[in-house]
């Protein structure tokens, strides 16, 4: 699936920035396997005195971003499983904020937060590769919008874009 397929039905109007990011060419596929390429090279940028750096009082540490771009992705991975089996329960938002201090970010390493986020990643690439393009024009809902399977996939990659772009800005 290419990004140009996307419908504006596919995803909510708060994410339009998001996929605003990707190029309307860009394969589904190919931009779940460039993600690990990218992260790593993320991780190979940053000190290790930068992770516990914060550029204001109440933002992150650069290491809880990082761990916020693998825990956001494991929830949207579960959304695009529970969408692509038919499960059309709604599924309620998540509070990304009070995921950050029950993460242990501070305890964490450059080495241990690639691993984890490569066997994320892996297991996103391997559920995506599972799909078919009918499974991806699949609609559910979660926090109070519909989103399809297709749109969640390209979201996972915008969304390590957009937080991999402030990261670099903003704490390197």
Request: charged share 25%.
């Given at each position: 699936?290419?990004?140009?397929?996307?419908?504006?039905s596919?995803?909510?109007?708060?994410?339009?920035?998001?996929?605003?990011?990707?190029?309307?060419?860009?394969?589904?596929?190919?931009?779940?396997?460039?993600?690990n390429?990218?992260?790593?090279?993320?991780?190979?940028?940053?000190?290790?005195?930068?992770l516990?750096?914060?550029y204001?009082?109440?933002?992150?540490?650069?290491?809880?971003?990082?761990?916020?771009?693998?825990?956001?992705?494991?929830?949207?991975?579960?959304?695009?499983?529970?969408?692509?089996?038919?499960?059309?329960?709604?599924?309620?938002?998540?509070?990304?904020?009070?995921?950050?201090?029950?993460?242990?970010?501070?305890?964490?390493?450059?080495?241990?937060?690639?691993?984890?986020?490569?066997?994320?990643?892996?297991?996103?690439?391997?559920?995506?590769?599972?799909?078919n393009?009918?499974?991806?024009?699949?609609?559910?809902?979660?926090?109070?919008?519909?989103?399809?399977?297709?749109?969640?996939?390209?979201?996972?990659?915008?969304?390590?874009?957009?937080?991999?772009?402030?990261i670099?800005?903003?704490?390197?």
């Amino acid at each position: 699936m290419k990004k140009k397929e996307l419908q504006s039905s596919d995803y909510a109007p708060y994410y339009k920035g998001y996929y605003a990011q990707l190029d309307e060419e860009a394969e589904l596929m190919t931009l779940l396997e460039e993600g690990n390429a990218e992260f790593n090279s993320l991780l190979n940028d940053i000190l290790l005195d930068k992770l516990s750096f914060a550029y204001g009082e109440t933002k992150w540490t650069v290491a809880e971003a990082l761990m916020h771009i693998i825990d956001t992705e494991r929830i949207f991975q579960y959304r695009a499983l529970r969408f692509g089996r038919n499960d059309t329960t709604p599924i309620p938002g998540f509070e990304q904020d009070d995921y950050v201090p029950a993460s242990n970010a501070a305890a964490r390493d450059k080495e241990s937060l690639l691993k984890e986020f490569l066997a994320v990643r892996s297991s996103t690439i391997a559920l995506f590769a599972s799909f078919n393009l009918d499974t991806l024009r699949l609609l559910g809902t979660a926090s109070g919008v519909p989103m399809s399977v297709g749109a969640i996939g390209f979201l996972i990659s915008a969304h390590q874009k957009h937080h991999s772009m402030i990261i670099r800005d903003r704490y390197l």
